[in-house]
């Protein structure tokens, strides 16, 4: 399977790295540490570099109890 990455193509025919980039303020893997969109950027950059295939950036934390956000605070975590 092929999948299109906004023009760029992943072979998905064998298993891929995928890192995971936290921009969230209360993550409980990181501590908000990407918060800030060079720090994010760098890191994913880091990631490819170690082999990771794509990046998964989580705008919304998934920890037990964390508040819902809404998809306007999404955006503003993601979009510097």
């Known amino acids: 399977m092929i999948l299109d ?4 193509s992943l ?6 790295v995928m890192g995971v980039l936290n921009v969230t303020p209360d993550s409980f893997s990181d501590g908000g540490r990407f918060l800030d969109p060079e720090a994010a950027v760098a890191h994913a950059h880091a990631m490819v570099a170690e082999g990771a295939a794509l990046i998964d950036v989580g705008a919304e ?3 037990p109890g964390a508040a819902p956000v809404t998809a306007g605070e999404e955006i503003t975590r ?3």
């Open 61 to 63: 934390s998934t920890r």
């Open 78 to 80: 993601l979009v510097p």
């Open 5 to 8: 990455c906004a023009g760029k």
């Open 11 to 16: 072979d998905l025919g064998s298993p891929r």
